[in-house]
């Protein structure tokens, strides 16, 4: 079943600016201090509202998406800071060469928020990225673990109990497919579900492509509960039991976000 802000993208870009405010920034902040002056990317930006407490603190900030029409969203709803030159919205490939000769080694932090669980071949994609920071620059990554109850992204299926269950994702692909089909989803919502089976992303995996990218963990944080269900569903946010954090793969069956900051 959609839930509203799926339906309506005032909903989501204010989630994004509340979750942005109360939990991406202050995380950042911890290894890398903010403020006017820092340049902050973020890929997969979507509506734009997860960079408004970073401009905010006098940072300037580009973001960029596959998604032209969430790119015309952020730039209708921040049409002043665009004008005022404090962000710019960018509908383009990052491995353009427009786009590889304009950011080589151009920002301080890069943030990925519920991004990477989206994008294919993580093991070229994250190298990469480390070319467009500059030195001591750091990358923040808060994605859901593959495994966790709804790691298919069960939230966009438009029938209740498509949507509501958890774990069926990780069935082999044509029971999957089926379930979806016998519930009623459409065909571009099973296409999207296909797809993030396809590029999911487990903790163990994502810190063994950090490690390989020759890039180090500065920070981590788990979530039993994240963050952003406090703004979407109202619940209290909970961080992941110590000792749960240390079992690897059990952890990504009850841990529904992980935040990182690498450098
Ligand atoms: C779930 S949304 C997250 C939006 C926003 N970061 C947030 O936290 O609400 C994922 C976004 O990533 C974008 N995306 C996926 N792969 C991408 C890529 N390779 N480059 C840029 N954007 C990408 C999608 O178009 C989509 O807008």
């Not at 070319?131 to 990358?139: A, M, S």
């Not at 992204?153 to 109990?161: E, L, M, P, S």
């Not at 919502?189 to 163990?204: A, N, S």
Request: charge should be positive; aromatic fraction near 12%; charged fraction near 25%.
């Amino acid at each position: 079943m959609a839930l509203k802000q799926h339906l309506d993208y005032k909903v989501r870009y204010n989630q994004q600016v509340e979750n942005s405010a109360a939990y991406v920034l202050p995380f950042i902040e911890k290894t890398m201090p903010l403020g006017k002056g820092k340049t902050v990317l973020e890929v997969g930006t979507g509506e734009g509202g997860v960079l408004v407490p970073f401009m905010e603190k006098g940072s300037i900030c580009v973001g960029v998406d596959l998604a032209s029409e969430r790119i015309d969203i952020a730039n209708e709803m921040l049409e002043k800071d665009v004008k005022e030159g404090k962000v710019e919205f960018l509908c383009q490939n990052i491995y353009d060469e427009a786009f590889t000769s304009r950011f080589k080694n151009y920002f301080d932090v890069i943030i990925l928020k519920d991004v990477i669980e989206h994008v294919y071949e993580q093991e070229k994609f994250i190298p990469y990225l480390k070319t467009l920071l500059k030195p001591g620059g750091q990358i923040f990554f808060g994605f859901p673990p593959w495994y966790m109850p709804f790691g298919g992204h069960q939230q966009v299926c438009h029938t209740k109990w498509a949507s509501r269950i958890p774990y069926y994702h990780i069935l082999p692909r044509p029971l999957h497919k089926a379930i979806l089909r016998m519930s009623g989803e459409d065909e571009a919502v099973i296409k999207d579900q296909m797809e993030i089976k396809d590029t999911q992303i487990t903790i163990e995996r994502f810190e063994r492509i950090i490690k390989q990218s020759g890039l180090k963990v500065l920070n981590k944080q788990h979530y039993l509960i994240n963050p952003i269900y406090q703004f979407k569903f109202g619940l209290t946010p909970r961080k992941q039991w110590a000792p749960l954090t240390w079992i690897p793969f059990l952890r990504n069956f009850v841990t529904t976000c992980v935040y990182y900051t690498v450098g």
